[in-house]
């Protein structure tokens, strides 16, 4: 599914769920109803699991006949239940772990789940705006052949940045989650979300540095190992990183990696037959990277801009190169950047 897809999927299935829906009590209703106010509520209490298994039933049911209001009726119950104000703590805390629970196996399906039912999970957990869906929204963010759901849940993590800090060892373990899923991401339009839910600062920044780096490394690895294409995903981390760069101290390794992508992105440039559409997207990526490059770097004047070099069409195919080997240095000739504090390898390979 590619990145229009996405956003169709997103769109059909937020319209289907247009506005509040005013549904009749039934049973399984009536049963939480019963349950609500206590103070101590099992984790696996039955009552919660058989209302779960009715909402996730009807709306497969719903969405198999073509019901409009299917995605949002879901929705809404999830609300309704969810801010109840009877709501006990112990409540609240057994509906998201169930929850979380039977979402996290219907993302298992992977494309053996309906892709709109796997929005409108995904939906639901980020509509909550609790910590207590995280479970949830790793599983989503994890879900094969669900694009819409994974970038659906990464909105969701960055939309909880503020409450996650607040714990240290939540926010952790959460930047530990969305770097393992942003290194195996193949869709740049998720990425780029993986790379705003990543986007912390303060106590949290180097961690959420190394994880960003961690993942364009993964990502650097997926184009050299048969995925070439440029997705555009990183301008998003060199942007952040370099409104960031004064208080980075990793900087270094960043110039390591910034070096890799600045080079596979002019060769890619440079490749027959790569659409308009993606070039402008390597454009893009290596303005951001090589702006954050120079504001690392802070090179002597004048400095390498490949950048500049890209907007003239004369001889671009031999002043790329050239331009790029005043950073990354040949055999014959040093750049830049191969000598200390940076250390980066003649021709910038991808870093280990």
């Not at 995925?227 to 270094?252: M, S």
Request: hydrophobic share 40%; charged share 25%; net charge neutral.
């Amino acid at each position: 599914m590619n990145k229009r897809s996405i956003l169709s999927v997103v769109s059909f299935v937020a319209w289907l769920g247009g506005g509040p829906i005013a549904a009749a009590q039934v049973p399984e209703d009536n049963a939480l109803d019963a349950l609500r106010t206590r103070s101590s509520v099992p984790a696996d209490d039955p009552a919660i699991e058989t209302w779960i298994t009715y909402r996730l039933k009807k709306l497969t049911d719903d969405l198999q006949v073509g019901s409009e209001e299917a995605a949002g009726g879901f929705l809404q119950a999830y609300r309704t239940q969810f801010n109840h104000t009877e709501n006990s703590a112990s409540f609240k805390a057994a509906l998201l772990q169930q929850s979380n629970q039977r979402f996290a196996a219907e993302f298992e399906k992977g494309q053996g789940l309906p892709v709109a039912v796997g929005l409108t999970l995904a939906r639901t957990l980020a509509d909550l705006k609790d910590v207590g869906t995280i479970g949830g929204l790793t599983a989503g963010l994890q879900a094969k052949g669900q694009p819409a759901a994974r970038y659906t849940c990464a909105k969701a993590f960055a939309a909880l940045i503020p409450a996650i800090q607040a714990d240290t060892t939540l926010t952790k373990t959460t930047i530990e989650r969305l770097r393992d899923a942003g290194a195996q991401e193949s869709n740049g339009l998720i990425l780029k979300r993986i790379y705003e839910a990543l986007s912390y600062r303060e106590a949290n920044l180097e961690t959420a540095a190394g994880a960003m780096m961690e993942i364009i490394k993964g990502q650097l690895r997926r184009r050299a190992g048969g995925a070439p294409a440029c997705d555009g995903a990183e301008e998003t981390a060199f942007n952040f990183l370099r409104n960031e760069a004064g208080n980075l101290q990793a900087k270094p390794r960043l110039v390591v990696l910034l070096a890799a992508d600045l080079r596979m992105d002019v060769e890619r440039y440079l490749t027959p037959g790569v659409s308009e559409e993606e070039k402008y997207l390597i454009e893009l990526t290596i303005d951001a990277a090589e702006n954050l490059l120079q504001r690392v770097v802070a090179p002597p004047s004048p400095a390498p801009s490949v950048r500049e070099v890209i907007k003239k069409t004369e001889n671009r195919d031999l002043n790329l190169p050239l331009e790029l080997n005043k950073w990354i240095g040949t055999e014959q000739n040093k750049g830049l950047l191969n000598g200390p504090p940076w250390n980066v390898p003649v021709g910038a390979p991808i870093p280990d």
